[in-house]
């Protein structure tokens, strides 16, 4: 029988929700029926997501906070009624050669895409646990990670250094956390055409260089991500944990 990607009555949170992925993924898991908090460094950008989630008749509420913020970000968690769902999206990166790499701008990557990630997951975690019919009401994080959590490329050491912990680290977690039954995965994307990646896109080397590594052709949507993590968040899934889902048009296929 085919399980339906339904969220209804779920509390999911996506961090980085103000744009790109994250933006997709707010929408994606309204749509699905779940009532979404989404968290940006920016009230403009929150602004735009919520009317989008509202015309497509979905629930949303929306807080201002840097994940690098701990402490904030705890404060707003802990401020929530329940939390079903986690999309630990919010992350960056600043290519440069290996020889090159400013420590101030490893600091910052490592700070954003591997500690915060790991802060947030686990109060995000603790949260879920308040509920005392956890274990029947399952639950599922999703982290965000990329191809480059499996393979590495040119002027991205620190980043492949950053994705291919956070792999690590959701292994761990689907380990501990599958007696509440609480799933834990990461979604792996290609380049996708988020403001982000346009910019990078401006050198036409590049973007040619990098279509060339994906046997399908083309760059992915930001509606492919968004559908894979729809996917992992609901009980579609509910066998899966510990692993990755990999939307990459098959770059790590060679």
């Known amino acids: 029988m085919l399980k339906q990607i339904n969220l209804k009555n779920k509390i999911a949170l996506v ?18 029926g779940a009532k979404v908090i989404i968290v940006s460094r920016t009230k403009s950008d929150l602004d735009k997501v919520s009317k989008i989630i509202k015309k497509t008749k979905g629930s949303s509420q929306s807080f201002i906070c840097d994940v690098t913020h701990t402490s904030k970000f705890n404060t707003i968690v802990n401020s929530l009624k329940r939390l079903d769902i986690l999309v630990n999206n919010a992350g960056n ?11 101030t701008d490893m600091d910052y990557i490592v700070n954003l895409n591997l500690k915060a990630c790991f802060n947030i997951a686990q109060i995000c975690t603790k949260k879920m646990l ?7 009401l399952g639950g599922s994080i999703i982290n ?9 490329a040119p002027i991205r050491s620190v980043y492949n250094m950053t994705k291919f912990g956070l792999e690590g680290l959701t292994r761990g977690m689907a ?8 799933r834990v995965n990461t979604v792996c994307p290609t380049f996708v055409l988020t403001p982000m990646v346009k910019g990078f896109f401006k050198n036409k080397k590049f973007k040619k260089d990098m279509i060339k590594n994906i046997p399908l052709g083309r760059v992915a949507e930001e509606s492919d991500v968004a559908t894979a993590v729809a996917f ?3 009980d579609s899934s509910a066998m899966i944990t510990g692993t990755s889902l990999v939307v990459d048009g ?5």
């Open 93 to 103: 990166n600043r290519p440069e050669h290996f020889t090159k790499v400013k420590k």
């Open 130 to 136: 308040e509920a005392k019919n956890r274990k029947k």
């Open 15 to 32: 961090t980085g929700a103000g744009k790109g992925i994250g933006k997709a993924c707010a929408v994606a898991l309204a749509q699905a």
């Open 250 to 254: 098959g770059w790590t296929a060679q």
């Open 144 to 152: 965000m990670s990329s191809q480059l959590g499996k393979v590495g």
């Open 175 to 182: 380990i501990d956390l599958a007696k509440n039954n609480i």
């Open 232 to 234: 992992l968040a609901a």
